[in-house]
């Protein structure tokens, strides 16, 4: 006789019964839960409980050895961020060094790209030449290098010392560190370079011939067909670049230590510095969230913007 009994009672009048098929059914559907525990896991103790209790802490003045008994409510450190005059030029700097590495490191992404997308002699060595600094640029082993060869006894000042001339001193003038701390990161646009390459390639060659025939040269042809098209790729590396670019740190620290007079210290360095040199962490967290407040604020202009100079394929028509 076939068994039609659901959810209910147990035979035996102990608990509810839930038929076997039932279960199985309803484990085989829910498996995929299983599958993700790991990362759920790892989320929540990595990500998700750093992420508030670092918010909860910067409205305190925990100290890292003091412990939790110690600390007291306060918003000084969110005042100091804007008002204390080593925090301000922090954040001061931090924004010259995005915006001066970030346009940088894009136009010389696009016009090595640019030039790498005409069939030439050896253009597969090139690119790889090219992008290899993308690879080895946020070691420490680079940055120590990039030291070796600016700082007052380095390679570039002897080699300008032998011909006769006396170059900067480029590492320990507050004019000149934060220019090489950003020349390290335009140099590593190979990621870049590659994503925009990827773009050129779907231009289709169509374009390039009917404005040929119309007489538009290279250059006009670049930015008005290139250029454009490429938008959204253009936004993307906007973006990515934006966040690395506030979230900078193992140049400033390893080539300069935030020096000369402060002129190099990133808000991420001073992030470290109160943390783990001064054990201020209320502090620290402070200003890793004003960072991070600051960076939604740009990406979301970012995004805002990008309806009046994207032009996505789809969009035609509207």
Known sequence: ?????????????????????????????????????????????????????????????????KGTAAMHFTVQNYIDVF????????????????????????????FIAYILNFKIKGVNFFRT?????????????????????????GLIRTAFAA??????HFLSNPGWALFMICLLRVWQFGSAMVIFLAALKGVSVDLYEAASLDGAGKW????????PIITPVIFYNLVTQLVQAFQEFNGP????????????????????NNAFTSYNMGKACAEAWVLFVILMVFTAIAFWSQNHWVYYADDEGK
Not at 36 to 65: E, H, M, Q, R
Not at 90 to 104: E, G, H, N
């Open 1 to 65: 006789m076939r068994n039609t009994m659901n959810v209910g009672t147990n035979p035996n009048g102990s608990g509810v019964y839930v038929p076997k098929k039932t279960f199985k059914k309803a484990l085989r559907n829910n498996i995929g839960f299983f599958f993700i525990i790991p990362w759920l896991i790892g989320f929540c103790v990595f990500k998700a409980y750093p992420f508030i209790s670092s918010f909860i802490y910067s409205f305190t003045d925990y100290n890292l050895f």
């Open 83 to 110: 008002t204390n005059a080593t925090e301000r030029n922090s954040l001061i700097t931090t924004f010259k060094y995005a915006f001066m590495t970030v346009p940088l490191k894009l136009v010389a992404a696009l």
């Open 129 to 153: 030449a090219y992008y290899i600094p993308s690879i080895l640029g946020g070691s420490v082993a680079i940055a120590v290098l990039w030291k070796a060869l600016f700082q007052d006894e």
């Open 163 to 168: 011909i006769g001339l006396e170059a900067p």
């Open 220 to 227: 006009t042809q670049f930015f008005h067909i290139t250029v």
């Open 253 to 272: 620290y390893i080539i300069t230590q935030g020096g000369p007079l402060g002129s190099t210290t990133l808000m991420s360095l001073l992030v470290y």
